[in-house]
């Protein structure tokens, strides 16, 4: 989303850049796959398999789908919705400060 200015949000672009680092980690295939899906041309492909991945991380609880595909879905999803990305952005930061503060505390615990 452009500010005033018209340069981006560095909300957005910090989103854009801790997507760009997690599929630098993924394995290549994954990665590769995910990258493929992220193009612009695909975006009738990756919009209903984000609210396919929404709905199994909604689904949790059954055996067959998990939690983890809530943020892939809305990961996803906010390739075509522009205006998620600051919230994710803010939510990645809250969880990234809560685990270090879980992790000192365990640390320190012992």
């Known amino acids: 989303m452009p500010t005033p200015?018209?340069?981006?949000?560095p909300l957005?672009?910090?989103w854009d850049d801790r997507i760009a680092r997690l599929l630098?980690?993924?394995?290549?295939?994954?990665?590769?796959?995910?990258?493929?899906?992220?193009?612009p041309s695909r975006r009738w492909i990756r919009i209903p398999a984000a609210l396919l991945l929404i709905l199994g991380g909604v689904l949790a609880v059954l055996p067959v789908f998990g939690l983890w595909m809530l943020p892939l879905g809305l990961a996803l999803l906010?390739?075509?919705?522009?205006?998620?990305?600051?919230?994710?952005?803010?939510s990645a930061r809250w969880?990234?400060?809560?685990?270090?503060?879980?992790?000192?505390?365990?640390?320190g615990r012992g």
């Open 5 to 9: 200015q018209g340069s981006p949000n």
């Open 12 to 14: 957005s672009q910090a």
């Open 24 to 39: 630098d980690l993924l394995p290549r295939r994954v990665g590769d796959a995910i990258a493929w899906l992220r193009a």
């Open 78 to 90: 906010s390739e075509d919705l522009p205006g998620m990305k600051p919230s994710l952005e803010r």
């Open 95 to 107: 969880l990234e400060d809560k685990w270090a503060r879980v992790v000192a505390w365990w640390r």
